[in-house]
């Protein structure tokens, strides 16, 4: 069973600034791997699929990049709805979420 | 649009058995496996199950927290996906989402791309 490890737990930065978040896969899973936005008391919503495609309608300071077992989700330029939970997903399994939080 | 909405939800005593719909509209319901994820107040996502599509002969799978517990079906000509919850356990404690699963990608991989808002199961005495 494929273990997805997130990093940081929380990461605080203010509006305009850049956000990278990563995960990391316990062992290969080529470029197969989905990232998810989830704002309070909302459903998930697809960011990106297949480690760097945006979804449709995700804007474009949305982006990822990576392969085999280390990936990244980064956020150019925060904006304030930017503020979230974000998940790595690899077929059934979740990874624990990264908490983007306004410092 | 699609649409995705889940119900069924409500309070229920450890031993118990309750039983969650999804109602979907918008797509072409047939065509899809339709999955279910659940998360436990400020914990994560966890994955429950799925049903594949008519053509994948309906077949299910469910993760092993749930299995031999919970059983997902469908009904798909009323657009409907149900799952079964019996011998309930305060773990299973949740908010349940229904998750459309369509394929992307040059790989026509599968993702959860469209969710229900979810509703709460709680197991308490």
């Known amino acids: 069973e494929i273990v997805l490890t997130q990093s940081p737990a929380t990461l605080s930065l203010s509006p305009g600034e850049r956000a990278t978040l990563s995960c990391r896969a316990s062992q290969s899973v080529s470029s197969y791997l989905a990232w998810y936005q989830q704002k309070p008391g909302q459903a998930p919503r697809l960011l990106i699929y297949?480690?760097?495609n945006r979804a449709t309608g995700i804007p474009a300071r949305f982006s990822g990049s990576g392969s085999g077992t280390d990936f990244t989700l980064t956020i150019s330029s925060l904006e304030p709805e930017d503020f979230a939970v974000y998940y790595c997903q690899q077929r059934d399994t979740f990874g624990q979420g990264t908490r983007l939080e306004i410092k | 649009e699609v649409q995705l909405v889940e119900s069924g939800g409500g309070l229920v005593q450890p031993g118990g058995s309750l039983r969650l719909s999804c109602a979907a509209s918008g797509f072409t319901f047939s065509d899809h496996y339709m999955d279910w994820v659940r998360q436990a107040p400020g914990k994560g996502l966890e994955w429950v199950g799925r049903t594949r599509n008519k053509a994948n002969s309906y077949t299910t799978e469910y993760a092993a927290s749930v299995k031999g517990r919970f059983t997902i079906s469908r009904d798909d000509s009323k657009n409907s996906l149900y799952l079964q919850m019996n011998s309930l356990k305060t773990e299973d404690t949740a908010v349940y989402y229904c998750?459309?699963?369509?394929?992307?990608?040059?790989?026509?991989?599968?993702?959860?791309?469209?969710w229900g808002q979810g509703t709460l199961v709680t197991v308490s005495s």
């Open positions: 998750a459309r699963e369509a394929s992307y990608g040059d790989y026509g991989r599968d993702y959860f791309d469209y």
């Open positions: 297949d480690a760097s």
